[in-house]
C-alpha cells in the first residue's frame, strides 16, 4: 500500500472518535431514562432499518456468502450488541470521564492483537507513544467528577477487551463484500442477539422506561450520526490501517468528550487539560508516522 492511501482512512478515523467523543455525553444522559441494553436496542434497531433499505435500493437485497455469514454474525453480536451494551453500563455506573480513562486501554489490547493474528511488530517506539497517549487522557480526565464503582470498572474493561476483539475478528471480512452490505449484515446481528439480552436485563432491573421529546431526537439521532455513519467510517478505517493504529486513535475519544464539554456546558479547560490533549494528538501522530514509514 502506497503512502498516500493512508491518508483517508486516518482522517475517517479520527472524525469517527470525534463523533464518538459526543457519544459518551448522550449515552450518560439516555442511562437516566432506561438500560444500557434497551437503548443499544433502541438504537441498533433504528440502524438496521435504514441500513437495510439503503441495502435493498443500492444492492438489491443483504447478500452476504455462506463461508462469511458466521464471521458477520458473530461479528456483529459482540461488536454492535454486547459491547454496546457493556460499554453503556460502564458509562452509566462511572461517568464519561472514567469510562475514557479505562478505554484509553484499547491500543495496548490492540498492539498485542495486531501482533498476535496479524504479526506486525510491536516495537519499543509504538510502546513509548501510546503509553504517553494513555497519561495523556489521565491528565485530559484527572479533573473531571468519576465516579468509580467497582462493577463500572470491571464492565469497562472488558468492554475494552470485546472491543479490541472485534476489531480483529471483522478485520478481514473488509475486504470480501462491500461495506454497505457488511455494515448492514453487522447491526442486524447485533440487533438479533440484543433483543434477549434487553429481555433479560429488563426483566432483571424493572428499569423504568421514560420516553420523552430530547430522549427520542437523542436515541435516533445518534443511533444515525454515532452508530451508523460513525461505523461507516470505523469499518472503512480497520480496513486499510493496522489494528494498533486504529485502537490507538480510541484515545482521541475523551478529548473530543471534553471538547463537546466545553461548547455545551462552557467547562473550561485547564492547564494538565490542554498538556493532556496534546500529548495525545502528540502520540496518535507518532503512532501514524510509524506506521506511513513502514509501509
Not at 450518560?28 to 435493498?56: D, H, K, Q
Not at 433483543?195 to 429488563?202: C, F, H, K, L
Not at 454515532?226 to 486499510?240: A, D, E, K, L, P
Request: with cysteine; net charge positive; charged share 10%.
Amino acid at each position: 500500500m502506497r503512502n498516500k492511501t493512508i491518508t483517508k482512512p486516518l482522517l475517517a478515523i479520527i472524525g469517527v472518535n470525534f463523533i464518538w467523543g459526543f457519544d459518551f455525553i448522550a449515552i450518560e444522559y439516555m442511562m437516566n431514562y432506561m438500560s444500557p441494553a434497551m437503548f443499544t436496542l433502541t438504537r441498533l434497531f433504528v440502524g438496521s432499518v435504514i441500513l437495510t433499505i439503503c441495502c435493498f435500493i443500492f444492492r438489491k437485497g443483504v447478500h452476504i456468502n455462506r463461508e462469511d455469514r458466521l464471521r458477520v454474525f458473530i461479528s456483529g453480536a459482540i461488536g454492535m450488541g454486547i459491547y454496546f451494551t457493556v460499554a453503556n453500563l460502564g458509562t452509566g455506573l462511572t461517568g464519561a470521564a472514567f469510562s475514557s480513562l479505562i478505554m484509553a486501554t484499547v491500543p495496548i489490547f490492540g498492539m498485542f492483537g495486531d501482533r498476535l493474528f496479524f504479526g506486525n511488530r510491536i516495537t519499543p517506539l509504538k510502546t513509548i507513544c501510546i503509553l504517553i497517549s494513555i497519561f495523556g487522557v489521565y491528565l485530559l480526565v484527572s479533573g473531571e467528577t468519576m465516579g468509580i464503582s467497582p462493577v463500572g470498572t470491571v464492565a469497562m474493561f472488558a468492554a475494552a477487551i470485546i472491543w479490541t476483539f472485534y476489531i480483529v475478528y471483522v478485520k478481514p471480512l473488509y475486504s470480501k463484500m462491500d461495506l454497505l452490505t457488511l455494515l448492514t449484515g453487522l447491526f442486524i446481528s447485533g440487533f438479533i442477539v440484543e433483543i434477549p439480552i434487553a429481555g433479560i436485563s429488563q426483566a432483571i432491573s424493572h428499569a423504568a422506561i421514560e420516553i420523552t421529546p430530547a430522549g427520542i431526537l437523542i436515541s435516533v439521532g445518534t443511533a444515525i450520526i454515532c452508530t451508523v455513519v460513525g461505523q461507516f467510517g470505523y469499518i472503512y478505517s480497520i480496513g486499510r490501517l493496522s489494528t494498533t493504529l486504529v485502537s490507538a486513535f480510541e484515545n482521541v475519544l475523551p478529548l473530543t468528550t471534553v471538547i463537546f464539554s466545553l461548547i455545551i456546558f462552557g467547562t473550561m479547560l485547564s492547564g494538565s487539560q490542554i498538556a493532556g490533549g496534546i500529548l495525545i494528538m502528540g502520540s496518535v501522530t507518532g503512532i501514524a508516522f510509524i506506521e506511513k514509514n513502514r509501509r
